[in-house]
């Protein structure tokens, strides 16, 4: 008699969602999760003081119909939102304010930006179309695609064109094709350019980084939801899953690391925590990525020296900053930037660079060179959910690219401190009064990352975005698709596989299931 039915290593979104499909399935289940919290990096937590932080997701990814349906996602309350984005060089150009109205988008960007933008971003919207197909973005219970099978979901010469952008092609090709303009679209293909690299680690001028802005792009057909901001931040949305999964009877154990998965004679029995206890189940999810699973907690008599060596070629090489600030009030932005000072534009406000910026920039960063300008996300989460935040104060929290991997560490904050620094003088060009506001600030690079929720490098899509770590070459639940793990009753479920990674819920989704249907 074993302990429990099945086992889940990790209590993130991916692990709750197949926690949650498990033990209301009727299976005995557990999850397990070494921090004392759960949600992992979709988590809502109090850094400060009475400033609660999104640590790293920070809005509710487009979500399949069906995925949502079943986990209930519309039952958590969401921020309302006339402006999900307002992007700006910062240069005295023109603000391209994202209205989340299509029709108040559609007029913004005729009347401000000119009818070729509005033809540009139509264009690059139906272009992603197809990729997003072919990567099965937003399929569940499905493995992960062959080439041959993307390809194949190509109905046209325009549709098998967009396939082959993006799995040779590169950014700043598409960008170029659609908005050419490089002075008048600058904030619009600064922005693209922004979606798709803060998955990647290659410029933008890099074959293959097309395949993370096809990625970003996608949109689940039918009636899928949509991006999403969640009342209370991101943390409601795992609060959900997890509540469901303990009204159904499963327990998740804050504080219990896993050191090792058990498993002989090719079937899984259970794990062994580092404290030393053993817990046994005929099933054991992991929603660790995948290389850290399979590296880390089998034995390496269990799996074939070629495959091990397969999981531990993934790419996790992560080159961002975040940036967690607990403000005394809201900056005040100065001409010719006055319309950000309307809390409807202050959700998340991008100080862009331009698409050649960020590839010099990329190209300097591999050097150990911190950027002069760092291209940013600023948003004020507190200024639409003011429960995030004490009385009359703020959250503020950035997302910055490229933070080098390489150059001195020897010296106190190295280039972390440099880079914070410059997103700070950044942000105060266009709101003087920012710096006089922070009363503390938190510094994030991929190395906190990695310490505080075991993300290999840093990487928080636990393999990136890369046409090399996609379709065949990303793992689903069992493994490869043309190499699957030797071990009956394990699974993997993390951002790392197939349908990861973002906020999706889908790599847990699909382990969850693929364990019911092995189990019928």
Known sequence: MSDYDAIVIGAGHNGLTAAMVLQ???????????????????????????????????EQFPTSARLSAELELDR???????????????????????????????????????????????????????????????EVRRPPPTID????????????????????????DVLDRFLPATDKNGALRGMMAFLGLNMTFRGPEIPGSAMSLAFGLA??????????????????????????????????????????IDAAG????????????????????????????????????????????RFARVDHRASYLQVHFALDGLPEFAEPYGLLNDPTMQSAIGLFS????????????????????????????SVNDPQVAPEGKHVASVFALWLPIAGDR???GGPEHDMAERVIDRIAG?????????????????????????????????????????????????????QPLPVTGLYLGSAGCHGGPAVSFIPGYNAAHQALGDRA
């Open 76 to 138: 958590v309350p969401t921020v309302p939102l006339e402006v999900m984005s307002v992007s700006t060089l910062g240069k005295g150009d023109a603000p391209f304010v994202y209205y989340t109205d299509p029709m108040k988008l559609m007029d913004h960007v005729s009347s401000v930006h000119g009818g070729d933008v509005l033809t540009g971003m139509a264009g690059l919207l139906a272009w992603a179309q197809a990729p997003g197909r072919a990567l099965g973005r937003f």
């Open 430 to 482: 266009l709101a003087p009064n920012f710096r006089s506001l922070i009363s503390r600030h938190i510094v994030f690079t991929p190395r906190h990352m990695r310490l505080m929720f075991g993300a290999p490098g840093g990487d928080y899509c636990h393999g990136l975005v890369h046409p090399e770590q996609m379709g065949p070459n990303r793992p689903g639940p069992g493994g490869f698709r043309d």
């Open 266 to 309: 090719g079937r899984v029995s259970g794990v062994t925590t580092e404290g030393g206890e053993t817990i046994t189940a005929p099933i054991v999810v992991s929603s660790l990525a995948p290389d850290l699973t399979v590296g880390r907690l089998l034995d390496p008599a269990v799996v074939p020296e070629d495959l091990r060596t």
């Open 354 to 381: 331009t698409p050649e910026q960020l590839q010099r920039q990329w190209e300097d960063c591999r050097r150990g060179i911190v950027p002069e300008e760092p291209a940013l996300v600023l948003q004020l989460p």
């Open 410 to 412: 020897s010296r106190r």
């Open 149 to 172: 099978e993307m390809y194949a979901c190509a109905t046209n010469e325009f549709e098998r064109q967009a396939i082959s952008d993006m799995l040779f092609g590169s950014l700043s």
């Open 219 to 260: 949109t689940p057909e039918g009636n899928g939801t949509l991006m999403r901001k969640i009342n209370g931040g991101i943390g409601a949305l795992t609060a959900h899953l997890r509540d469901g999964f303990e009204a159904a009877g499963g327990l998740v154990r804050l504080r219990t690391p896993v050191a090792r």
């Open 24 to 58: 209301r399935a009727g299976l005995r289940t557990v999850c397990l999760e070494a921090k004392h919290y759960s949600g992992g990096m979709a988590a809502t937590v109090e850094l400060i003081d009475g400033y609660r932080f999104e640590i790293a997701g920070s």
